[in-house]
Protein backbone atom coordinates (compact mmCIF):
# COMPACT_ATOMS: atom_id res chain seq x y z
CA UNK A 1 0.00 0.00 0.00
CA UNK A 2 3.22 1.77 -0.23
CA UNK A 3 0.89 4.42 -3.37
CA UNK A 4 -1.42 5.85 -0.37
CA UNK A 5 0.48 8.29 1.23
CA UNK A 6 1.02 9.84 -2.42
CA UNK A 7 -3.16 10.00 -2.52
CA UNK A 8 -4.80 13.69 -2.11
CA UNK A 9 -7.62 13.33 0.51
CA UNK A 10 -10.46 13.63 -2.06
CA UNK A 11 -8.64 10.70 -3.48
CA UNK A 12 -8.78 8.70 -0.36
CA UNK A 13 -12.21 9.95 0.33
CA UNK A 14 -13.06 7.97 -2.68
CA UNK A 15 -11.32 4.72 -1.45
CA UNK A 16 -13.68 5.28 1.68
CA UNK A 17 -17.05 6.27 -0.27
CA UNK A 18 -16.32 3.45 -2.95
CA UNK A 19 -14.34 1.14 -0.50
CA UNK A 20 -16.41 -2.50 -1.58
CA UNK A 21 -14.10 -2.19 -4.84
CA UNK A 22 -10.59 -1.96 -3.11
CA UNK A 23 -9.10 -5.05 -0.91
CA UNK A 24 -9.39 -4.27 2.56
CA UNK A 25 -6.00 -3.94 3.19
CA UNK A 26 -6.21 -0.71 1.02
CA UNK A 27 -9.20 1.04 3.04
CA UNK A 28 -7.54 0.16 6.50
CA UNK A 29 -4.24 1.92 5.00
CA UNK A 30 -6.45 4.66 3.99
CA UNK A 31 -8.48 5.27 7.20
CA UNK A 32 -4.68 5.66 8.98
CA UNK A 33 -3.74 7.67 6.81
CA UNK A 34 -6.90 9.97 6.55
CA UNK A 35 -6.53 9.87 10.64
CA UNK A 36 -2.95 10.63 10.46
CA UNK A 37 -4.14 13.55 8.42
CA UNK A 38 -6.14 15.03 10.98
CA UNK A 39 -9.79 13.30 9.53
CA UNK A 40 -12.14 12.34 12.29
CA UNK A 41 -13.96 9.58 11.84
CA UNK A 42 -17.06 8.49 14.45
CA UNK A 43 -17.98 5.46 15.44
CA UNK A 44 -20.40 4.78 13.38
CA UNK A 45 -18.54 5.16 10.25
CA UNK A 46 -15.83 2.70 11.37
CA UNK A 47 -18.67 0.16 12.43
CA UNK A 48 -19.86 0.40 9.34
CA UNK A 49 -16.73 0.42 7.50
CA UNK A 50 -15.44 -2.32 9.23
CA UNK A 51 -18.77 -4.17 8.28
CA UNK A 52 -18.33 -3.53 4.88
CA UNK A 53 -14.89 -5.18 5.17
CA UNK A 54 -16.02 -7.99 6.87
CA UNK A 55 -18.70 -8.60 4.30
CA UNK A 56 -16.24 -8.80 1.79
CA UNK A 57 -13.55 -11.09 3.53
CA UNK A 58 -16.38 -13.40 3.87
CA UNK A 59 -17.21 -13.32 0.28
CA UNK A 60 -13.82 -13.48 -1.07
CA UNK A 61 -13.69 -16.47 0.90
CA UNK A 62 -16.45 -17.89 0.36
CA UNK A 63 -15.80 -17.68 -3.56
CA UNK A 64 -12.47 -19.17 -2.91
CA UNK A 65 -14.12 -22.33 -1.45
CA UNK A 66 -16.90 -22.63 -4.41
CA UNK A 67 -14.06 -21.83 -6.90
CA UNK A 68 -11.94 -25.20 -5.23
CA UNK A 69 -15.23 -27.53 -4.67
CA UNK A 70 -16.08 -27.23 -8.17
CA UNK A 71 -12.81 -27.64 -9.53
CA UNK A 72 -12.34 -30.83 -7.30
CA UNK A 73 -15.82 -31.93 -7.63
CA UNK A 74 -15.28 -33.79 -10.44
CA UNK A 75 -12.74 -36.33 -8.77
CA UNK A 76 -14.47 -36.36 -5.13
CA UNK A 77 -17.81 -36.87 -6.58
CA UNK A 78 -18.06 -40.76 -6.18
CA UNK A 79 -15.86 -40.99 -2.68
CA UNK A 80 -18.01 -42.07 0.34
CA UNK A 81 -16.97 -43.52 4.19
CA UNK A 82 -19.57 -46.18 3.34
CA UNK A 83 -17.62 -49.10 4.62
CA UNK A 84 -19.32 -51.51 2.49
CA UNK A 85 -17.86 -49.26 -0.74
CA UNK A 86 -14.94 -51.08 -2.13
CA UNK A 87 -11.74 -49.31 -1.35
CA UNK A 88 -10.42 -47.58 -4.44
CA UNK A 89 -7.20 -45.97 -5.54
CA UNK A 90 -9.08 -42.58 -6.68
CA UNK A 91 -9.39 -41.01 -10.48
CA UNK A 92 -7.15 -38.09 -9.16
CA UNK A 93 -4.31 -40.76 -7.74
CA UNK A 94 -4.25 -42.66 -11.12
CA UNK A 95 -4.28 -39.33 -13.09
CA UNK A 96 -1.40 -38.25 -11.25
CA UNK A 97 0.59 -41.59 -11.12
CA UNK A 98 0.26 -41.82 -14.66
CA UNK A 99 1.28 -38.47 -15.55
CA UNK A 100 4.40 -38.12 -12.99
CA UNK A 101 5.24 -41.86 -13.86
CA UNK A 102 4.09 -43.55 -16.32
CA UNK A 103 0.80 -45.27 -17.98
CA UNK A 104 1.27 -49.10 -17.02
CA UNK A 105 1.50 -47.31 -13.43
CA UNK A 106 -1.43 -46.30 -13.79
CA UNK A 107 -3.08 -48.92 -15.68
CA UNK A 108 -1.97 -51.39 -13.01
CA UNK A 109 -4.05 -49.24 -10.09
CA UNK A 110 -6.67 -49.27 -12.40
CA UNK A 111 -6.74 -52.94 -12.82
CA UNK A 112 -6.31 -53.85 -9.50
CA UNK A 113 -9.52 -51.29 -8.98
CA UNK A 114 -11.32 -53.23 -11.27
CA UNK A 115 -10.44 -56.65 -8.82
CA UNK A 116 -12.06 -55.32 -5.94
CA UNK A 117 -15.22 -54.40 -7.89
CA UNK A 118 -18.12 -56.69 -8.43
CA UNK A 119 -17.01 -56.91 -12.49
CA UNK A 120 -14.01 -58.42 -12.63
CA UNK A 121 -13.89 -58.11 -16.80
CA UNK A 122 -11.13 -55.92 -17.90
CA UNK A 123 -8.44 -56.85 -15.66
CA UNK A 124 -6.31 -58.07 -18.25
CA UNK A 125 -7.01 -55.80 -20.70
CA UNK A 126 -6.21 -52.24 -18.90
CA UNK A 127 -2.74 -54.38 -18.56
CA UNK A 128 -2.42 -55.30 -21.72
CA UNK A 129 -3.01 -51.24 -22.65
CA UNK A 130 -0.67 -49.80 -19.92
CA UNK A 131 1.96 -52.21 -21.09
CA UNK A 132 1.45 -51.51 -24.93
CA UNK A 133 1.07 -48.00 -24.70
CA UNK A 134 3.81 -47.42 -22.32
CA UNK A 135 6.25 -49.32 -24.72
CA UNK A 136 5.02 -47.15 -28.07
CA UNK A 137 5.42 -44.46 -25.90
CA UNK A 138 9.17 -44.96 -24.96
CA UNK A 139 10.32 -46.01 -28.66
CA UNK A 140 8.30 -42.86 -29.78
CA UNK A 141 10.19 -40.99 -27.59
CA UNK A 142 13.92 -42.50 -27.65
CA UNK A 143 13.81 -42.00 -31.65
CA UNK A 144 13.47 -38.29 -31.37
CA UNK A 145 15.41 -36.04 -29.17
CA UNK A 146 14.55 -36.20 -25.25
CA UNK A 147 11.61 -33.85 -24.98
CA UNK A 148 10.45 -33.01 -21.18
CA UNK A 149 6.98 -31.79 -22.57
CA UNK A 150 6.08 -34.06 -24.84
CA UNK A 151 6.97 -37.51 -22.11
CA UNK A 152 4.55 -35.31 -19.82
CA UNK A 153 1.80 -35.02 -22.77
CA UNK A 154 2.08 -38.62 -23.83
CA UNK A 155 1.65 -39.68 -20.17
CA UNK A 156 -1.22 -37.07 -19.98
CA UNK A 157 -3.07 -38.35 -22.39
CA UNK A 158 -2.72 -42.19 -21.48
CA UNK A 159 -4.05 -41.28 -18.29
CA UNK A 160 -7.10 -39.71 -20.19
CA UNK A 161 -8.01 -42.59 -21.71
CA UNK A 162 -7.46 -44.49 -18.68
CA UNK A 163 -10.00 -42.39 -16.62
CA UNK A 164 -12.10 -41.69 -19.66
CA UNK A 165 -12.67 -45.49 -21.06
CA UNK A 166 -11.29 -48.20 -18.48
CA UNK A 167 -12.53 -46.50 -15.31
CA UNK A 168 -15.94 -45.80 -16.90
CA UNK A 169 -15.97 -49.09 -18.74
CA UNK A 170 -14.94 -51.45 -16.37
CA UNK A 171 -15.71 -50.03 -12.96
CA UNK A 172 -18.57 -47.17 -13.73
CA UNK A 173 -18.59 -43.04 -13.86
CA UNK A 174 -20.89 -43.60 -10.88
CA UNK A 175 -19.85 -46.36 -8.72
CA UNK A 176 -19.24 -45.69 -5.42
CA UNK A 177 -15.94 -45.74 -3.40
CA UNK A 178 -13.51 -45.63 -0.17
CA UNK A 179 -10.31 -43.85 -1.16
CA UNK A 180 -7.06 -46.67 -0.73
CA UNK A 181 -3.98 -45.45 1.16
CA UNK A 182 -1.55 -44.69 -1.71
CA UNK A 183 2.08 -45.06 0.06
CA UNK A 184 2.89 -48.43 -0.98
CA UNK A 185 2.19 -47.02 -4.84
CA UNK A 186 3.82 -44.37 -4.17
CA UNK A 187 7.12 -45.97 -3.01
CA UNK A 188 7.31 -48.22 -5.76
CA UNK A 189 6.60 -45.78 -8.50
CA UNK A 190 9.86 -43.49 -6.73
CA UNK A 191 12.13 -46.51 -6.19
CA UNK A 192 11.08 -47.49 -9.91
CA UNK A 193 11.35 -43.65 -11.01
CA UNK A 194 14.92 -43.52 -9.45
CA UNK A 195 15.95 -47.33 -11.27
CA UNK A 196 14.71 -45.48 -14.03
CA UNK A 197 17.14 -42.47 -13.68
CA UNK A 198 20.13 -44.53 -12.96
CA UNK A 199 19.50 -47.26 -15.59
CA UNK A 200 19.51 -43.90 -18.06
CA UNK A 201 22.49 -42.09 -17.07
CA UNK A 202 24.83 -45.58 -16.96
CA UNK A 203 23.44 -46.40 -20.80
CA UNK A 204 25.18 -42.51 -21.37
CA UNK A 205 28.50 -43.62 -20.09
Do not use: C, H
Not at 70 to 83: P, Y
Not at 125 to 134: A, D, E, R
Amino acid sequence: MATIPSKTDEELEGYITNRRKYVPEAISATIDELQRRGRVFTDEELEEIVRDKNEQIDSERKEDEELWQSSSKGWNKNLVRDENAPALYSERVIYIFSAVFFVLFGSVLVALNIKRTESKNGFWQVLIFGLSYTAGQIAILDSIPRNSILTISFNLFGAFILQKFFWQKYIGKDTKYRARPVWIPLAIGVVLSALFILAAIASEY
